[in-house]
């Protein structure tokens, strides 16, 4: 809008500050559009690492996950899918650093202390598998998985006593994880104990 040449200076100053004020407006808004369009494609960015995940196919998820912008990289959800398809593809030494940082954000998440556990073993760094599930335990001491997953620890570090204590008390609270005893290999240097073989039949 062209100002009237002959317009009184206080009404030019006047109408400067109303057009500034409405771009302003404008532009904040746009910005907000922006997030708005930026937090939806997160979210089906996310949807689709998940579905990956659940069909095994860490390398897609992967590919998803590297078109998250800048500004979420940083987010406990994307850390902790980064971590799981590097978990999955059995590059436990890759998965560790983003598990490490989901666990920095959020503490008291089971999920990742199980998975961070779950790395450790695997790299021969059992101690420190032991203590993600000890951290475990006392985020969620009512959680079966939490104690049958130290009995299976305990069981490889070569303390029975320990690995029959967790195990008792992990049967106790879940019948169900009874299911997995018969072919689960950390229990393979109990497996003919007569104390391992009495908690396993006991009900």
């Known amino acids: 809008m062209a100002l009237n040449a002959f317009s009184p200076p206080g009404e030019s100053l006047l109408l400067f500050h109303i057009c500034h004020n409405v771009t302003n407006r404008f532009v904040a808004l746009i910005g907000e559009i922006e997030n708005m369009a930026a937090s939806s494609r997160f979210r089906r960015i996310l949807s689709k690492v998940e579905g990956y995940l659940e069909l095994e196919m860490p390398e897609k998820a992967l590919e998803e996950l590297a078109k998250i912008d800048e500004q979420y990289r940083s987010r406990f959800s994307v850390q902790y899918l980064h971590g799981m398809a590097y978990r999955d593809r059995q590059q436990y030494d890759q998965a560790l650093p983003y598990f490490l940082r989901a666990l920095a ?25 032991i203590s993600a599930m000890e951290q ?68």
Not at 106 to 128: G, N, Q, T
């Open 105 to 129: 954000e959020k503490p008291e998440r089971v999920e990742v202390l199980l998975a961070l556990a779950w790395c450790y073993k695997r790299i021969d760094r059992l101690d420190e598998a």
């Open 136 to 203: 475990a335990y006392r985020v969620a001491p009512q959680e079966p998985i939490v104690l049958y997953n130290m009995a299976c620890y305990w069981s490889l570090a070569g303390d029975k006593t320990n690995a029959l204590s967790w195990l008792g008390r992990a049967l106790r609270m879940d019948q169900d994880l009874r299911k997995l005893i018969e072919d689960e290999p950390d229990f393979d240097t109990l497996r003919h104990d007569p104390d391992f073989e009495m908690i396993v039949r006991s009900k």
